[in-house]
């Protein structure tokens, strides 16, 4: 296959070529991991070429992370950054070998340490929930969720994060997505205002636009939601959306002034909050902060938890915790609207979360997520500049911000093209005045592979790299 791989008549150099080629049957799969590529010495020979001309490639290819040299052994296709035990090669197909297709590439945005997760574990127990189906259990669960997971995260609410509520105001719900699809319908936001952060989570902002509100957009600034500038903009909104502990994507937590000012408006008005607790658990500098549920005298926070970010997020389960005269109505929606979540995951779930396994499992991925994020951190400040890297006292991402001007976008597609997955910062922007940036999660990048996946990230978005 080598020989068709060089154009003499372009002007691109042949190392660059060379690179090239390989770099993208690397993404393509046309080469496999662990698949051994010739010498430098024979490629060489073979192409007509200079030794160091291959060589230059190969260490560039070497310094992206797309083959590694193993000493007299050769040089091999190296491991995809996701480790390959976390996700199952696609079984191959008949003459052509398998692309790694389907499978979440370096930074991509949303998901947990993959290769962390205690599969094993979890398989026990879901087959242990399997064996242990009574004929009762066939029957359709309560529309609230089963008794033993709303008891289980109760005591987990209690525990973890300063919340006292019995488990019959818990409503468990599909994710997130699911909880807000509850409470749209619960608020009748049709044609009402709401509040939503800006920048915010665009799932969010989505959800609330779909159910049909009138979504205002709220800046935030170094304290969170700027809470005069709703009241400004919408005085008396039916409900506002907001991230408290982390705000999302930018990472601030909201202000105890703010969050005091929030409560206040809410009571004025006959406002609703919903809290997105979404990944307070991972915090690396500091306690977890406490939730505003825990201020709420006055019962106008509804409460959304998810373990989409701790466990993962084809689970589809999460959480809502609203004040007691919401619970009931709460309830009869999920049974005519839902989507209920299904028994059997609730019931693994549940057993994970009384018999410790959960605390024990946010505690290893908080002490990972902090290897991770320091590892990624340090290149990127070498590859960028420190003043670029805007690294939050928690969450699952390091922003990399860019200069106004650049299309993030744009960005994004070239980091794809090189087997990247960022996400765009703009994108988190409803209105015209957006800032630019990539989110990288560090999540699934063990630090031994941070050097080689910010080399291509920079080498993607024509960046020189700093000597
Ligand atoms: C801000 C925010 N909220 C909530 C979620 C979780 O959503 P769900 O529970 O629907 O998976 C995410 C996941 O990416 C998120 O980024």
Request: net charge positive; charged share 20%.
């Amino acid at each position: 296959m080598f020989e068709a791989l060089l154009d003499r008549a372009a002007a691109e150099p042949a190392y660059r070529q060379l690179y090239r080629r390989i770099s993208g049957a690397v993404l393509d799969g046309t080469l496999t991991e662990g698949e051994r590529l010739p010498s430098a010495r024979a490629l060489a020979s073979q192409l007509g070429l200079a030794r160091g001309t291959v060589e230059a490639a190969y260490g560039q290819l070497a310094g992206e992370g797309y083959i590694q040299g193993r000493g007299a052994a050769g040089t091999f296709v190296a491991p995809v950054a996701i480790p390959a035990a976390a996700v199952p090669a696609p079984a191959p197909r008949a003459g052509r070998p398998a692309a790694p297709a389907g499978r979440p590439l370096p930074f991509q945005m949303g998901l947990p340490a993959l290769d962390a997760f205690p599969r094993k574990l979890w398989t026990r127990l879901a087959a242990r929930q399997a064996h242990a189906l009574s004929p009762l259990g066939l029957v359709a669960p309560d529309p609230a969720g089963i008794a033993s997971l709303r008891q289980a995260i109760a005591r987990y609410l209690a525990v973890a994060r300063g919340i006292a509520v019995p488990p019959e105001h818990v409503v468990v719900t599909a994710g997130f997505q699911g909880a807000l699809g509850l409470i749209t319908r619960l608020l009748d936001v049709g044609d009402q205002p709401v509040w939503m952060e800006e920048p915010g989570y665009f799932l969010a902002r989505a959800g609330l636009v779909a159910a049909g509100a009138r979504v205002v957009q709220v800046p935030v600034d170094a304290e969170g939601l700027d809470v005069a500038a709703g009241m400004a903009l919408a005085p008396t909104a039916r409900l506002a959306l907001v991230s408290p502990s982390h705000q999302s994507p930018l990472g601030m937590a909201l202000s105890l002034p703010r969050r005091l000012q929030l409560l206040d408006w809410a009571a004025s008005c006959d406002g609703w909050i919903v809290e997105d607790d979404y990944d307070s658990e991972f915090r690396y500098v500091g306690r977890p902060l406490p939730p505003l549920k825990s201020l709420d005298r006055a019962g106008r926070v509804l409460y959304v938890g998810t373990f989409s970010k701790t466990l993962f997020p084809g689970l589809r389960l999460g959480y809502l915790v609203a004040p007691p005269p919401l619970t009931q109505r709460i309830a009869e929606i999920a049974a005519l609207l839902g989507p209920l979540p299904a028994a059997d995951a609730q019931a693994t779930l549940a057993a994970f979360l009384a018999e410790g396994h959960f605390g024990r499992h946010v505690r290893r991925m908080r002490q990972l997520y902090a290897r991770r994020r320091a590892a990624l951190a340090v290149e990127l400040e070498k590859a960028f500049g420190a003043d670029r890297v805007a690294l939050g006292a928690g969450g699952m991402q390091i922003l990399l911000r860019l200069d106004g001007a650049v299309d993030d976008l744009a960005m994004v597609e070239a980091c794809r093209l090189a087997g990247l997955g960022p996400s765009p910062l703009s994108r988190a922007y409803a209105g015209p005045a957006k800032r630019r940036g990539l989110l990288l999660s560090f999540t699934n990048l063990a630090p031994e592979q941070a050097p080689a996946m910010v080399q291509r990230l920079a080498r993607a978005l024509s960046v020189p790299l700093r000597p």
